[in-house]
């Protein structure tokens, strides 16, 4: 019984150190259709990225943002507070993140100890999911990125992911949620970032960075309007 109990213990231990982790080199890339994606992991990997708790993100909630350039834009869907808030929330990060400009790689929950591909579901964004996905810049310009889900903050409404911290730029996402006097619901999409080039943060970033935004909510309107169609 004692030896039962030691050996119990032992295998607790080594998979608190490491055994049943998920690797990088874990991901199917035959379910990863972007090829951007697959490099991106690559480049991970051969800067010493070895398991998904190897990847941070480059900002956490509490980040003093100082330094950091801001951009933001507004967003309005036609419903109540709450049901935006939810649908938001509760939407399928393979479905809101695949749309025109934005296709979905793949996810890794760090919560769950899972990986979920396109064709998988997950039930609710939640802090500790490292999304990754593919980026239509330009007709033949296709780049990955990827971040980490760091806030999903129901009482007062907002929403934070964070570039990871080996990405070009790094900086935070935040969306926050209000109800405007007529009773629908007003998206303010706030970006606060920085990387290594003065070109990049003050006229690439803002430019591409707009036409992602616009991508990701008009899908997601589009989706909701559906959703209440149905």
Same mark, same amino acid.
């Given at each position: ?37 697959? +490099? ?6 051969? =800067?010493?990225?070895?398991? /998904? %708790? ?6 956490? !909630? ?85 971040? +980490? ?6 009482? =007062?409404?907002?929403?934070? /992911? %964070? ?6 730029? !790094? ?60």
């Amino acid at each position: 019984m004692i030896k039962y109990f030691l050996f119990v213990v032992l295998m607790s231990l080594l998979t608190l150190n490491g055994w049943g982790q998920f690797y990088l080199t874990d991901v199917q890339m035959d379910k990863v259709s972007e090829v951007s994606v697959g +490099e991106y992991l690559h480049r991970q990997i051969d =800067n010493n990225k070895q398991t /998904f %708790s190897d990847v941070k993100p480059s900002l956490n !909630s509490t980040s003093s943002i100082e330094g950091f350039r801001l951009h933001e834009g507004e967003y309005v869907l036609k419903d109540s507070l709450d049901n935006v808030w939810n649908y938001y929330v509760h939407t399928n990060p393979g479905d809101a993140w695949n749309a025109g400009k934005l296709n979905f790689g793949f996810l890794f929950s760090k919560e769950a100890n899972e990986l979920v591909y396109a064709d998988d579901k997950v039930e609710k964004i939640e802090p500790g999911q490292l999304v990754y996905l593919n980026l239509h810049l330009l007709k033949l310009k296709n780049i990955a990125t990827a971040f +980490e889900i760091i806030k999903v903050d129901d009482r =007062n409404k907002v929403i934070e /992911f %964070s570039y990871i911290d080996d990405n070009i730029t !790094s900086g935070k996402q935040q969306l926050t949620f209000t109800q405007t006097p007529k009773g629908y619901t007003k998206i303010v999409h706030r970006s606060y970032f920085k990387s290594e080039s003065v070109l990049r943060d003050h006229f690439l970033y803002p430019y591409f960075h707009t036409r992602m935004t616009n991508t990701y909510h008009r899908n997601m309107k589009r989706m909701y309007k559906d959703n209440q169609l149905n």
